[in-house]
């Protein structure tokens, strides 16, 4: 059975910093790019942040470019979002995602998602 | 503004048949396969449509995604209470270099 189970977030103030893990199990994790969305409060899915297989290759929406970085450990089948310089419009809840192909938007298996929340 | 555009919402009874629509560009959709995630508020999305029309095992044959050209619909027939659910189309975006959604549809069972 694949299950993404998602740690991490929480209340931060402006400009501060926030890591999220997802953590992996009942697939090849690494023969798949793993994928970040987030839905800020009343609004719809935004897609935040993806990784390669590897790890050697990296995409960012350009909301998040330059602030957040996403990893991955393949031994410990995790993928992590580190966030920093975090700002209000940054609140929402994030979800991690199994890509079954980069070049598309088909994300087969979700995490139960983690809230978080940027507020002074 | 989302990339793709859905309505707020859309509603029906019990039994009846309902579409979703989602319109986008050639960019998008009309270059590149549409996906439909199911919504439940406190849950994790999940996969309905993928490649435009084919469903994961598991989901039921009233699920039934299609597309034309730059546009896209998600039909739900046979509707049940338990269909009730924010819904969302997908596609890469080439303008974009990224996956974009529509902004989302709530389906409410009357």
């Known amino acids: 059975e694949v299950q993404l189970v998602q740690s991490g977030g929480g209340l931060v103030q402006p400009g501060g910093s926030l890591r999220l893990s997802c953590a992996t199990s009942?697939?090849?994790?690494?023969?798949?790019?793993m994928t970040w969305v987030r839905q800020a409060p009343g609004k719809g899915l935004e897609w935040v942040s993806a990784?390669?297989?590897?790890?050697?290759?990296?995409y960012y929406a350009d909301s998040v470019k330059g602030r957040f970085t996403i990893s991955r450990d393949n031994s410990k089948k995790t993928v992590y979002l580190q966030m920093n310089s975090l700002r209000a419009d940054d609140t929402a809840k994030y979800y991690c995602?199994?890509?079954?192909?980069?070049?598309?938007?088909?994300?087969?298996?979700w995490g139960q998602g983690t809230l978080v929340t940027v507020s002074s | 503004q989302s990339v793709l555009t859905q309505p707020p919402s859309v509603s029906g009874t019990p039994g009846q048949r309902v579409t979703i629509p989602c319109s986008g560009s050639?960019?998008?959709?009309?270059?590149?396969?549409v996906f439909w995630y199911q919504h439940l508020p406190g849950t994790a999305p999940k996969l309905l449509n993928y490649h435009d029309f084919e469903r994961p095992s598991g989901v039921p044959d009233r699920f039934s995604g299609s597309k034309s050209g730059t546009s896209a619909s998600l039909a739900i027939s046979g509707l049940r209470s338990e269909d009730e659910a924010d819904y969302y189309c997908a596609a890469w975006d080439d303008s974009l270099s990224g996956p974009v959604f529509g902004g989302g549809t709530k389906l409410t069972v009357l």
């Open positions: 990784i390669g297989g590897s790890g050697a290759t990296t």
């Open positions: 050639s960019s998008n959709i009309g270059s590149y396969f």
């Open positions: 009942g697939f090849s994790f690494s023969g798949y790019a």
């Open positions: 995602a199994k890509t079954r192909s980069w070049v598309a938007a088909d994300f087969d298996y």
